[in-house]
């Protein structure tokens, strides 16, 4: 039993108290309220990237031109490269899974035969910028490529029996992504790169889908006709056939994320298609169905437009705003190509309207940056410094 004496000085205590212990409660009430939306609020990591492609393996090949470049960038205030891995049918890295497949009678190697992409990986780490591998190609090959001379059943064909279509890099072939082998070898390729190499994560971009126009090889028309008991239509775009394309393809994507992150977890699963209605339309790549079932980490929208008012009207896409609220969004830019160049104006511009709307940047390509253009090195050099005044380093997750 307490003593009145001991009751009595606790409530003497309380009362003395007793302002104070209203005062931290309303303290505490108002730092809460004001601290959920700041934690809301924080800006999601802003992507300023660069592709590297095969064009810029007279820099890639080269130590010291790596380590110029990747200080440059540094000093740019750039945060990410995305170095080509899978161009042609070919690996750009010491490959056992390509050897054993007979795909790969070379290895890409840098001047004192070095392995480039550790290389690139290693300097680019040093100065705290990102490195994600990019399957350029996705399910594309040349018809004079190995893999294609090699693996013929493995490629899929149009309705009259046609196995090739035009595209920016020449005549190609597309392999069937619904064919099990085929997922195999592309997931395989995949694995060993996040596997073997301390990359950041990998992309696939607007050619890890299918052409509307393929689709009718043996196997995916047995395989369309027994689940929908119905064969496939002879319209091409016809909706059904479409969406069930596109599913497939969504579906071994799922499959691939979850191989990708079963063997590293925070590895940063990017992609960098075409802006949905054409990516859907003509390649049957539902990119927005990947992102809604959490298997995108990245998103980074070619809007290759020379016109300015049709590159706003693509960046200002619903899409675009829908995945920027959930992930780091980017818009992919040209800066240039050999045999046309991008004038630093319109460069300038494009990164500023993807700014204003709270968008990152990544130029396609490494070289266009500061050559083949209409202004000199030194221009350049100062235009593409004015784009990012203050550094934005992106946090490496190990």
Same mark, same amino acid.
């Given at each position: 039993?307490? %003593?009145?004496?001991?009751?009595?000085?606790?409530?003497?205590?309380?009362?003395?108290?007793?302002?104070?212990? /209203?005062?931290?409660?309303?303290?505490? @009430?108002?730092?809460?309220?004001?601290?959920?939306?700041?934690?809301?609020?924080?800006?999601?990591?802003?992507?300023?990237?660069?592709?590297?492609?095969? $064009? +810029?393996?007279?820099?890639?090949?080269?130590?010291?031109?790596?380590?110029?470049?990747?200080?440059?960038?540094?000093?740019?205030?750039?945060?990410?490269?995305?170095?080509?891995?899978?161009? %042609?049918?070919?690996?750009?890295?010491?490959?056992?899974?390509?050897?054993?497949?007979?795909?790969?009678?070379?290895? *890409?190697?840098?001047?004192?035969?070095?392995?480039?992409?550790?290389?690139? /990986?290693?300097?680019?780490?040093?100065?705290?910028?990102?490195?994600?591998?990019?399957?350029?190609?996705?399910?594309?090959?040349?018809?004079?490529?190995?893999?294609?001379? $090699?693996?013929? #059943?493995?490629?899929?064909?149009?309705? #009259?029996?046609?196995?090739?279509?035009?595209?920016?890099?020449?005549?190609?072939?597309? !392999?069937?992504?619904?064919?099990? &082998?085929?997922?195999?070898?592309?997931? $395989?390729? @995949? !694995?060993?790169?996040?596997?073997?190499?301390?990359? +950041?994560?990998?992309?696939?971009? +607007?050619?890890?889908?299918?052409?509307?126009?393929?689709?009718?090889?043996?196997?995916?028309?047995?395989?369309?006709?027994?689940?929908?008991?119905?064969?496939?239509?002879?319209?091409?775009?016809?909706?059904?056939? @479409?969406?069930?394309?596109? #599913?497939?393809?969504?579906?071994?994507?799922?499959?691939? $994320?979850?191989?990708?992150?079963?063997?590293?977890?925070?590895?940063?699963?990017?992609?960098?298609?075409?802006?949905?209605?054409?990516?859907?339309?003509?390649?049957? &790549? +539902?990119?927005?169905?990947?992102?809604?079932?959490?298997?995108?980490?990245?998103? /980074?929208?070619?809007?290759?437009?020379?016109?300015? &008012?049709?590159?706003?009207?693509? /960046?200002?896409?619903?899409?675009?705003?829908?995945?920027?609220?959930?992930?780091?969004?980017?818009?992919?830019?040209?800066?240039? !190509?050999?045999?046309?160049?991008?004038?630093?104006?319109?460069?300038? %511009?494009?990164?500023?309207?993807?700014?204003?709307?709270?968008?990152?940047?990544?130029?396609? *390509?490494?070289?266009?940056?500061?050559?083949?253009?209409?202004?000199?090195?030194?221009?350049?050099?100062?235009?593409?410094?004015?784009?990012?005044?203050?550094?934005?380093?992106?946090?490496?997750?190990?």
């Amino acid at each position: 039993m307490k %003593s009145p004496f001991i009751a009595q000085s606790w409530r003497r205590l309380f009362k003395s108290l007793f302002p104070i212990i /209203i005062l931290i409660s309303f303290v505490t @009430v108002l730092l809460v309220d004001s601290f959920a939306p700041a934690i809301a609020q924080l800006p999601r990591q802003e992507i300023r990237g660069v592709w590297m492609t095969t $064009n +810029d393996f007279d820099t890639l090949k080269n130590r010291d031109k790596v380590q110029d470049a990747v200080s440059q960038l540094r000093r740019l205030n750039f945060n990410t490269i995305y170095p080509v891995v899978w161009n %042609s049918g070919y690996v750009m890295y010491p490959s056992a899974i390509a050897q054993r497949a007979g795909i790969q009678p070379f290895v *890409y190697k840098g001047l004192d035969g070095h392995d480039i992409l550790a290389d690139l /990986i290693t300097q680019a780490h040093r100065k705290g910028l990102l490195v994600i591998p990019w399957f350029e190609f996705g399910f594309m090959a040349p018809p004079t490529s190995e893999l294609a001379l $090699n693996y013929p #059943d493995w490629f899929t064909q149009k309705r #009259d029996g046609s196995q090739t279509s035009n595209s920016a890099a020449g005549e190609v072939m597309w !392999l069937n992504p619904f064919l099990p &082998q085929v997922q195999q070898f592309i997931t $395989n390729l @995949v !694995l060993e790169t996040v596997t073997q190499y301390d990359a +950041d994560g990998i992309q696939f971009d +607007d050619h890890t889908s299918l052409p509307y126009e393929f689709g009718y090889d043996q196997y995916t028309v047995a395989l369309y006709t027994k689940e929908t008991k119905n064969a496939p239509p002879r319209d091409a775009q016809d909706a059904v056939w @479409v969406k069930w394309r596109a #599913d497939k393809i969504t579906a071994f994507m799922v499959q691939l $994320n979850q191989a990708v992150k079963q063997r590293k977890p925070q590895a940063i699963f990017s992609i960098s298609p075409n802006y949905h209605d054409f990516a859907y339309k003509f390649h049957l &790549q +539902d990119w927005l169905s990947w992102m809604r079932q959490n298997i995108v980490d990245e998103l /980074i929208v070619q809007v290759y437009r020379p016109d300015m &008012q049709s590159f706003v009207a693509n /960046i200002s896409r619903p899409e675009i705003q829908e995945a920027q609220k959930i992930i780091p969004t980017g818009i992919g830019i040209m800066a240039g !190509l050999r045999n046309n160049p991008v004038p630093m104006q319109q460069i300038k %511009s494009q990164v500023r309207a993807a700014q204003e709307r709270g968008l990152g940047v990544t130029f396609f *390509y490494y070289e266009s940056l500061w050559n083949d253009a209409l202004e000199s090195l030194n221009e350049r050099q100062v235009g593409f410094g004015s784009l990012f005044p203050s550094p934005a380093l992106r946090a490496r997750v190990e």
